[in-house]
């Protein structure tokens, strides 16, 4: 049960603002039923259309679970979706055959309006390293069948593992051409690393038209991740194996930073309402599990999973629990402000988490999965002082270094971090401090580019001979589009880089621009 008297004792703010913020969480939260409430549901609804417009989903896969998802929408660019009031029974089944003839569990879930008529079934007990599929019924309408896998279990060490992670999909500024070629890549896994909506209100001669103004209320962050799951290339994608997903700010709000937006005129109390609408539609939209489930403007993304003793993957949250980005959120030098110990990405509770997890690890490869660029690179134009983004790792470089010192210092076994969120590909050699190119490589960072935001790209930039001149850690950059795809056996980690030639119209080509190894136990890449 939410507690009202702890949520108030966590308000960071004094006087007024703290009581409206406490009355603004209260009110986001009355909405979010508790799990497992009893409720009366409709065992034999009607729709007005097909319920099952936005596809099936699965996540969060372990060795005997994973997370069954779908939505009951008729209508789904409607504020409640086709739906009307009240809860739904809604019954799912999950089988060893595509044909759903061995069945080997089966139940019934309540599809509530409070949670936009969503279903997060969690089946346990099924066998590690296994494919599955499953389906939803509710009334006389069948889901399509989506399929899914366990992972093996922590004490063994599979052959290989093949999955892909990608970011930034801006449906108005391209098509998902890279879902499809994803489909046919016979995955393991999907990771999302943010930025799977954008906020922003609807702008004429685009590719596609968000719906509607700038994104605040439930209602309207609800419609919005209704339109980008109604793309088929992006649901079938989530229906052919299981995704793992963080976000990053738009999401929410662009370039947000804890509890602090970009606009320094917003009222933070409105403004933590806004997170707490855009926090539970993201829930609802995601296959994510009970830990996942949001209270008020607070939802838990950092966590953990293991594909046997082959990877350990640690998911973070590089946004919801920073401080302000320094220098005003402009570029700049790595002076005072950006290397300040008081300025965190992870927020105490994370970091500390990730510390253990690392130590803990018996991962042969140790992935960090998410946000923003970790290699401390500068932007030098016109032979001034190199510059560095304040959004990214090095605008919180006593951290970033002391992460760094800390995996070098444990001797983590083979650290590999995959990164979204800059819209460019980019392969990075990480030392403690990038800016000592003298001193040993301790991690690789893989950068994927964006699905579609910004456009179509350039295979080969002008600007790339000065951008490696002057860090030595780059080997590898493009502003391309696509995705990352990654093979993984003990010996070899093997990085494909996927490109979309043409983001703008449909059948873009796709090719893979470039592959990089690393070996195992040798830090920094070698060019496949």
Sequence with gaps: MFNLKKLQKAIRYEGGVSRRLFLAYGSALASIPTLGRAQTANDKPTFSGNPFTLGVASGEPTANSVVLWTRLAPKPLETDGGMRPGAVEVSWEIAEDEGMKKVVQKGTAIASQHLAHTVHVQPESLKPDRWYWYRFRAGDAMSPVGRTRTFPESSVL????????????????????????????????????????????????????????????LSDYRVRHAQYRSDPLLAASHARCPWMVTWDDHEFDNNCAG?????????????????????????????????????????????????????????????????????????????????????????????????????????????????????????????????????QWPGYAHERMALMRFIEDRKISNPIVLTGDIHSNWVNELRVDDRKPETPIVATEFVGTSITSGGNGQAKPTYLPLLQSVNPGVKFHNTERGYVRCEVTKDLWKSDYVAVEDVLKPGGNILTRASFIVESGKPGVKKS
């Design 259 to 391: 509890d602090i937006s970009e606009e320094k005129d917003i009222d933070p109390a409105e403004f933590m309402l806004r997170r707490a609408n855009a926090y539970q539609a993201y829930y609802e939209a995601m296959p994510l599990g009970r830990m996942s489930l949001p209270q008020g403007p607070d939802m838990k993304l950092y966590r953990q999973a293991s594909f046997g003793r082959l990877a350990q993957f640690m998911v973070l949250d590089t946004r919801q629990y920073r401080t302000d980005q320094p220098n005003g959120d402009k570029p700049a030098d790595l002076n005072e402000a950006a290397l300040s110990p008081k300025n965190t990405m992870l927020g105490q509770k994370q970091r500390k988490w990730l510390q253990g997890a690392l130590i803990s690890s018996e991962g042969h490869w140790n992935v960090l999965a998410q946000q923003v660029m970790m290699e401390m690179a500068a932007i030098s134009r016109n032979g001034l002082t190199p510059k560095y983004s304040m959004d």
């Design 158 to 217: 599979p052959e290989k593992m093949k999955f892909a992670f990608a970011s930034c999909q801006h449906l108005e500024q391209g098509l998902f051409t890279a879902y499809e070629q994803m489909a046919k890549d016979d995955l393991d896994l999907i990771f999302h690393l943010g930025d799977y909506i954008y906020e922003y209100g609807g702008k004429d001669n685009k590719v596609r038209k968000h719906i509607g103004n700038e994104i605040n209320s």
